[in-house]
DNA sequence: TGGTTGACTAAGT
DNA sequence: CACTTAGCCAACC
């Protein structure tokens, strides 16, 4: 399981967030054993959308859009999330504190 | 092999 | 409150 890539953990990780709710980078590089690995999260998301993977989900801390730039047009990003039923303002997310899943939290068990 | 990069984050100015 | 600096680590050239 860990003898995956890094890049493919991520994209696991990223897979298991459910529909409406949002992670952190942040988040998924402290539940991959990298707390100071957010970055690499989010470098990786570059070929998220090669995988599948809904990377839309997955905002900064503040919980705001940064990576909307990478998504097809102008906000797709914005419009993928609102579709969940979360609501964004100013590509940043109003109920980051409702909606945020944190994989370290919610995976912990087993 | 080594320097650059990047969809981050925290702290400083 | 907006911008800058620094730390971080794996992939890329």
């Known amino acids: 399981m860990e003898s995956k890539n890094f890049f493919e953990r991520v994209y696991e990780v990223v897979r298991l967030i459910p529909e409406g709710r949002v992670t952190s980078y942040g988040a998924i590089a402290v ?9 690499m999260v989010g470098w990786a998301m570059n070929a998220s959308h090669i995988k599948g993977v809904p990377a839309h989900r997955v905002v900064n801390k503040k919980g705001l859009l940064t990576g909307k730039h990478h998504f097809q047009g102008t906000n797709l990003m914005q ?26 939290k919610e995976l912990k068990k087993c």
């Open 31 to 39: 539940y991959l054993g990298m707390a100071k690995g957010a970055r």
């Open 79 to 104: 419009q993928l999330l609102e579709n969940e039923g979360v609501e964004i303002i100013d590509n940043q997310i109003q109920q980051l504190s409702e909606c945020f899943w944190d994989p370290s």
